[in-house]
């Protein structure tokens, strides 16, 4: 069953049991590029509620909007931000008109809450969405701001997955502070290292990203509510913008700030790319990191198999007993696809004319993915690779023991050039350092060679003079 709605350009045909109008159908019916509707971030709903909220009590109070409609949008905003009738926000990601058929789709649903709350039909011309949900306000300055909330809500989510990972890496590194392994640059033997140096600098170099990730988020609380169309606050009440930015801040408990320039607010997308920037970060360093864990992990018996990573399914259909390691690989997966978000972001942003940057659905839907593979790539990293890891140990020794690079701790005794000489007839001949150094040149007594190294100086060498 479907009733007739109008509006300027026309009437259409609008589905019974739902609360949007001819607005948000005339988008959905527009923009079907992604096929996924705003409902599939909640937050968003969720951010537009406290938005409306906010003006809803401003204009009640500034007497702009009449003060049983007023109540009633509030009371709607409410169900919003409970996280109700998200299904009724059906207008695709990408859409033309810089987020108007999203701000549409809030105002009408509203207004149809509104109408059903204080027993009138819904679409009753008693609640209007542009005369009443929409006053004072501009599509410019509502979804940017809900966009700004939205955005700080997911990154929260990001964050503590961030963290979780990061605790996860420095749990393992105390478990294994007292495995020898061998350190590689270039992909050759360097000098020792223990495992549990390994995991605490994974740790640390993807906790140095919530810090990036926090500095982003204080971008996020300058605002532009009240600019309405261009930043000049046309239709507005003069009070208004510092009166529903108070609200909500009050509402979200996020400290929110109109900008001192709401010209420059309303084109400007710097926040956003700081945001993705960092999230982008974040993808490099774990990229990085899973790389390691594939190369560690290597083998079983034919490569580095310094790490034994949880065996999660058959790696091949022709192949029996094989095993791959699918968890790093799909997190790099997921870093390259925040990676090219990035640029995506960084594009949409600079795509800004005059006092308007219509590019931001493409903004929202980028940094909606980036955040959602990243959560989800770092929450699989840590439950399903990092916590089950095992160290093969023995290996590692063996491994750091038979290897030419532990003369660099030689190096202070004898000089660059003779443990330079030692190595390199160890690696013509195949003999061993201790072969060498202890049974045949004699440089070394095996007391001495025992003193030297010792499992604490070849992780924490000593300096000598």
Same mark, same amino acid.
């Given at each position: 069953?479907?009733?007739?709605?109008?509006?300027?350009?026309?009437?259409?045909? &609008?589905?019974?049991?739902?609360?949007?109008?001819?607005?948000?159908?005339?988008?959905?019916?527009?923009?079907?590029?992604?096929?996924?509707?705003?409902?599939?971030?909640?937050?968003?709903?969720?951010?537009?509620?406290?938005?409306?909220?906010?003006?809803?009590?401003?204009?009640?109070?500034?007497?702009?909007?009449?003060?049983?409609?007023?109540?009633?949008?509030?009371?709607?905003?409410?169900?919003? &931000?409970?996280?109700?009738?998200?299904? #009724?926000?059906?207008?695709?990601?990408?859409?033309?008109?810089?987020?108007?058929?999203?701000?549409?789709?809030?105002?009408?649903?509203?207004?149809?809450?509104?109408?059903?709350?204080?027993?009138?039909?819904?679409?009753?011309?008693?609640?209007? *969405?542009?005369?009443?949900?929409?006053?004072?306000?501009?599509?410019?300055?509502?979804?940017?701001?809900?966009?700004?909330?939205?955005?700080?809500?997911?990154?929260?989510?990001?964050?503590?997955?961030?963290?979780?990972?990061?605790?996860?890496?420095?749990?393992?590194?105390?478990?294994?502070?007292?495995?020898?392994?061998? $350190?590689?640059?270039?992909?050759?033997?360097?000098?020792?290292?223990?495992?549990? #140096?390994?995991?605490?600098?994974?740790?640390?170099?993807?906790?140095?990203?919530?810090?990036?990730?926090?500095?982003?988020?204080?971008?996020?609380?300058?605002?532009?509510? $009240?600019?309405?169309? &261009?930043?000049?606050?046309?239709?507005?009440?003069?009070?208004?913008?510092?009166?529903? =930015?108070?609200?909500?801040?009050?509402?979200?408990?996020?400290?929110?700030?109109?900008?001192?320039?709401?010209?420059?607010?309303?084109?400007?997308? $710097?926040?956003?790319?700081?945001?993705?920037?960092? &999230?982008?970060?974040?993808?490099?360093?774990?990229?990085?990191?899973?790389?390691?864990?594939?190369?560690?992990?290597?083998?079983?018996?034919?490569?580095?198999?310094?790490?034994?990573?949880?065996?999660?399914? *058959?790696?091949?259909?022709?192949?029996? $007993?094989?095993?791959?390691?699918?968890?790093?690989?799909?997190?790099? #997966?997921?870093?390259?696809?925040?990676?090219?978000?990035?640029?995506?972001?960084?594009?949409?942003? =600079?795509?800004?004319?005059?006092?308007?940057?219509?590019?931001?659905?493409?903004?929202?839907?980028?940094?909606?993915?980036?955040?959602?593979?990243?959560?989800?790539?770092?929450?699989?990293?840590?439950?399903?690779?990092?916590?089950?890891?095992?160290?093969?140990?023995?290996?590692?020794?063996?491994?750091?023991?038979?290897?030419?690079?532990?003369?660099?701790?030689?190096? *202070?005794?004898?000089?660059?050039?003779?443990?330079?000489?030692?190595?390199?007839?160890?690696?013509?001949?195949?003999? =061993?350092?201790? #072969?060498?150094?202890?049974?045949?040149?004699?440089?070394?007594?095996?007391?001495?060679?025992?003193?030297?190294?010792?499992?604490?100086?070849?992780?924490? *060498?000593?300096?000598?003079?």
């Amino acid at each position: 069953m479907s009733h007739i709605e109008s509006d300027f350009l026309g009437e259409l045909e &609008i589905p019974d049991g739902v609360y949007y109008g001819v607005q948000t159908m005339r988008g959905k019916q527009n923009f079907t590029i992604t096929e996924e509707a705003m409902q599939k971030e909640p937050f968003f709903p969720i951010a537009f509620g406290y938005v409306k909220k906010a003006a809803a009590m401003a204009n009640k109070e500034l007497g702009t909007v009449p003060a049983d409609v007023a109540d009633a949008l509030i009371w709607a905003a409410e169900q919003l &931000i409970a996280g109700k009738y998200n299904d #009724q926000f059906v207008t695709d990601w990408l859409q033309g008109g810089a987020g108007t058929s999203v701000n549409m789709n809030v105002n009408e649903v509203l207004c149809g809450l509104a109408c059903e709350h204080l027993g009138l039909p819904v679409g009753d011309k008693k609640v209007s *969405p542009n005369d009443h949900a929409n006053f004072g306000q501009s599509t410019n300055d509502t979804y940017p701001t809900a966009f700004h909330l939205s955005l700080l809500l997911r990154s929260n989510v990001l964050l503590k997955a961030v963290e979780e990972l990061v605790a996860s890496f420095y749990k393992k590194a105390e478990e294994t502070k007292d495995v020898l392994k061998m $350190g590689r640059t270039h992909l050759q033997d360097a000098v020792p290292m223990s495992f549990g #140096q390994e995991f605490h600098g994974w740790g640390f170099t993807i906790a140095d990203e919530i810090t990036t990730i926090k500095e982003a988020q204080k971008h996020l609380l300058t605002i532009n509510l $009240g600019a309405t169309a &261009i930043g000049t606050t046309v239709t507005c009440h003069p009070e208004y913008p510092a009166l529903a =930015s108070k609200y909500l801040a009050e509402l979200t408990g996020f400290d929110f700030k109109n900008s001192e320039d709401l010209i420059a607010a309303t084109s400007d997308c $710097g926040s956003y790319v700081a945001l993705s920037s960092a &999230i982008k970060s974040l993808a490099v360093k774990l990229t990085k990191v899973c790389n390691d864990l594939r190369l560690l992990a290597s083998g079983p018996r034919t490569g580095l198999s310094e790490l034994i990573l949880p065996q999660l399914q *058959p790696g091949s259909s022709i192949m029996p $007993g094989k095993v791959n390691p699918v968890i790093p690989e799909v997190t790099n #997966q997921a870093s390259f696809l925040a990676i090219g978000l990035d640029t995506t972001v960084m594009l949409a942003a =600079s795509a800004g004319q005059l006092e308007l940057n219509v590019m931001e659905p493409v903004i929202s839907y980028a940094l909606y993915l980036q955040m959602k593979v990243m959560t989800n790539a770092c929450n699989a990293l840590r439950t399903k690779c990092i916590d089950g890891i095992v160290v093969n140990a023995e290996h590692c020794k063996d491994l750091v023991m038979g290897s030419l690079g532990i003369v660099t701790l030689l190096k *202070p005794h004898f000089g660059y050039k003779p443990c330079a000489n030692v190595a390199r007839e160890g690696f013509l001949t195949g003999k =061993s350092l201790h #072969q060498l150094v202890v049974e045949e040149k004699q440089m070394l007594t095996q007391e001495q060679w025992d003193e030297t190294f010792t499992y604490e100086n070849l992780i924490n *060498p000593k300096f000598v003079k």
